[in-house]
């Protein structure tokens, strides 16, 4: 399984988004050695499918698949099975699929043997209000539900969590330092904010305690995302 990273750059995922495999395969090229991991979401896998998966890996940049997989228990080690397959470092799944899916994707995982994807579960999607919550029938605050599903999650046997900025400093408290959190909604000083509603800088996310950071269009929509990368590693430093 991937080691937690040792270094700032290591601390980089690229989020590749795009349906173009060229273009993730363009944008891994130029990435490789600068960042630790590069992300294929599901855009570039509803495109481009497994084609896409081999075409960064080229790069010689662990993968990151994240197809937040969420179906019943079955369904979902077929799945991380064949992600596997493909040699990605890491999977997502949704922890609200619950224990039995939870515990079966790790399962799945572990027949790859030591080069095996390290499983992340999903909390509550940071799209979700309060409000949007309540009408799914979770009456609990959001943080209540990330704790909750958290909890849930690392004792069926994931790996690790994907959480918000917000949620890095609560879950660190109530986890401890043992597990891996991958963090997504980072914007450098001076980017645009896009639409990430909460966002916060890499520098932040680390003092938080996060050992990934995931950054999509801050890097590909830099005119050189090769710099951009460096420029975020050397502020980590
Ligand atoms: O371009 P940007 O830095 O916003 O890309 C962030 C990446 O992280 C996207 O691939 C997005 O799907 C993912 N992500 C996110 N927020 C979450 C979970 C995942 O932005 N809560």
């Known amino acids: 399984m991937i080691a937690r990273p040792a270094t700032p750059a290591a601390r ?25 991991v590069a992300k294929v979401g599901l855009e570039l896998f509803a495109a481009a499918g497994p084609a896409a998966v081999a075409a960064v890996r080229e790069s010689g940049l662990p993968v990151f698949l994240d197809l937040k ?13 064949s992600a596997a397959g493909l040699g990605v470092a890491m999977l997502t799944v949704h922890a609200a699929g ?24 999903v909390t509550v999607l940071t799209s979700l209000t309060a409000a949007d919550l309540a009408a799914t029938g979770v009456e609990d605050a959001p943080a209540s539900q990330v704790l909750r599903l958290a909890r849930l999650a690392i004792a069926a046997g994931a790996d690790g969590l994907v959480c918000s900025p917000l949620e890095v400093a609560p879950l660190r408290a ?19 904010a896009d639409d ?19 950054i999509g269009r801050p890097i590909t929509r830099a ?4 710099a951009a990368a460096d420029a975020i590693a050397a502020s980590l430093r």
């Open 12 to 36: 980089i995922v690229a989020a590749l988004d795009t349906q173009d495999r060229a273009q993730a395969a363009a944008w891994a090229r130029a990435l490789a050695g600068r960042i630790g």
């Open 69 to 81: 997989l969420y179906d019943i228990p079955n369904t979902v080690a077929g799945a991380v099975r």
């Open 98 to 121: 619950g224990r039995a899916m939870v515990a079966a994707a790790r399962e799945a995982a572990e027949t790859a043997g030591a080069d095996r994807p390290m499983i992340l579960a």
């Open 174 to 192: 109530a986890l401890g330092r043992s597990v891996p959190l991958v963090v997504p909604g980072i914007r450098p000083v001076g980017s645009r």
């Open 196 to 214: 990430q509603a909460r966002v916060t800088t890499p520098e932040e996310a680390v003092a938080a305690g996060a050992d990934w950071l995931v």
């Open 223 to 226: 005119p050189d995302p090769a």
